[in-house]
């Protein structure tokens, strides 16, 4: 169980400051808030009622203008706060938990591992990392981090006009570990659903279509492969992977999660990407530090990855290396 940080009086020095810190975020954002509010209703107001003279405006707009003098000094505010609250409070509460933990809030999965791991099918146009931790599980070390990648397609319409629209790849986290065991070939574990099975058909039916030498792999246990679409460059590997054990323990560890997580084993390495929709190892805002869940969230997270190396099994290298 983890300790609770408000019961640590090293950090309460700290905490305090930062309460400080954000009260004052707080209340820049209200009165920036509050004269832009009241800048569009006057301007909507004398709109209405059609009055036409300029300098019945001026008001409104200064009003405007000095809101977004102050919005100019919340992100810097919000900024220095923010570095302040991972570096001297959260770093502290991870450490205090796991003694071997190296937190890097401005580090990530690098874009190529992101696209090494073969993951996704697509490549980002725009991608964003951050909040790294790495850590070791007796002879597992491990890492994972937040990533939030997207790619962008074009349309023309028939008068010329070009449309951008941005398209999610994927949001969350990505884990990965050592798994003892250098692959010969790629094995790919992702969601089943409507796209992977008509892609599946097109493979078996039009082998042209199949280019990357990845084939459908079908293993023995029907939850699992009705759960996961299961492709690899290399069948025999795959099931060597794919025990009967590893399969309960990924449809374990599938089952703690709200959106299908996905797995790459490739290289000596397992990936798993677990689509999150929230922001997580960010300081709050709208509650002190002592009194928001998101610090009880974080260490849920951290613990949650930990324990994949005991629901996986990593630890038992039934396997050498090579």
């Known amino acids: 169980m983890a300790a609770d940080f408000r019961n640590d009086p090293a950090l309460q020095e700290v905490i305090q400051r930062l309460e400080i810190e954000r009260k004052a975020i707080v209340a820049l954002q209200g009165k920036a808030g509050l004269y832009a509010l009241t800048g569009i209703l006057v301007l909507i107001g004398f709109g209405l009622l059609g009055i036409a003279l300029f300098w019945f405006y001026i008001p409104a707009i200064a009003a405007l203008i ?9 992100t810097p505010a919000y900024r220095a706060y923010r570095h302040s609250f991972k570096a001297n409070v959260l770093t502290a509460i991870l450490k205090s938990n796991y003694q071997d933990i190296t937190f890097e809030p401005y580090e990530g999965l690098s874009l190529e591992e992101f696209q090494s ?3 996704f099918s697509h490549t980002p146009d725009r991608y964003d990392t951050e909040d790294r931790i790495t850590g070791s599980l007796a002879k597992t ?6 990533a939030d990648a997207s790619y962008k397609t074009e349309s023309t319409d028939s008068k010329g006009n070009k449309t951008e629209t941005w398209h999610e790849i994927f949001k969350g986290i990505i884990f990965t570990a050592d798994f003892n065991k250098n692959f010969n070939g790629v094995t790919l574990i992702r969601p089943e659903d409507i ?5 599946d058909w097109f493979a078996k039916a039009l082998p042209i279509f199949n280019s990357s030498g990845n084939t459908k792999v079908l293993l023995e246990d ?12 290399d069948q025999i590997e795959a099931r060597y992977i794919l025990t009967p054990s ?13 959106s299908t997580i996905s797995l790459s084993f490739i290289a000596s390495r397992v990936y798993i990407a677990f689509p999150i929709s929230g922001n997580y190892f960010e300081p709050p805002l709208k509650k002190s530090i ?4 998101s610090i009880d969230q974080d260490l849920y997270i951290v613990q949650f990855m930990y324990d994949i190396v005991n629901e996986l099994d990593l630890n038992t290298r039934i396997w050498g290396k090579n």
């Open 66 to 74: 000095y809101a977004f003098t102050i919005y100019l000094k919340v």
């Open 117 to 119: 791991s073969q993951l």
């Open 141 to 146: 070390n491990f890492y994972f981090s937040e």
């Open 195 to 199: 796209g992977s099975s008509i892609a």
């Open 222 to 233: 029907p939850e699992f492969n009705k759960t996961f679409s299961t492709h690899s460059t």
């Open 246 to 258: 590893m399969m309960s323990r990924i449809l374990a560890l599938n089952q703690k999660t709200k």
């Open 290 to 293: 002592p009194e928001d869940t």
